[in-house]
Nanobody, 126 residues
């Protein structure tokens, strides 16, 4: 059984940086695609960014491109999200998602990801 666990959320000031981690147990990321989504109450989950572990292809949401960076550590089976220049609009619950069979591409729709973590809260105050 696959379990995704996010960590690293917290409360920061506008302009600060923060890093999140997502680790999988029960399956390795190495042949699939993983992504970060975020959600605020009353809104749909928003694609933040993702990476296909097969070829390193990455994609980012328009609102975070240039500020957020996704990286991976194969040995630790972990995906990271480094966030910089945070603003109040980045306040959300951040979710890690995975599709262990996606060989190519980085889907931006949440429905393409069968496996999800529980989420970690990021709060940015101005």
């Amino acid at each position: 059984q696959v379990q995704l666990v996010e960590s690293g959320g917290g409360s920061v000031q506008a302009g600060d940086s923060l890093g999140l981690s997502c680790t999988a147990s029960g399956r390795t990321f190495s042949r699939g695609c993983t992504a970060w989504f975020r959600q605020v109450p009353g809104k749909e989950r928003e694609f933040v960014g993702g990476i296909n572990w097969n070829d390193g292809d990455t994609a980012y949401g328009r609102s975070v491109e240039g500020r957020f960076t996704i990286s991976t550590d194969n040995a630790k089976n972990t995906m990271y999200l480094q966030m910089s220049s945070l603003g109040s609009e980045d306040t959300a619950v951040y979710f890690c998602a995975a599709n262990f069979r996606m060989r190519v591409g980085v889907p931006r729709l949440a429905s393409y990801y069968p496996d999800w973590g529980q989420g970690t809260q990021v709060a940015v105050s101005s």
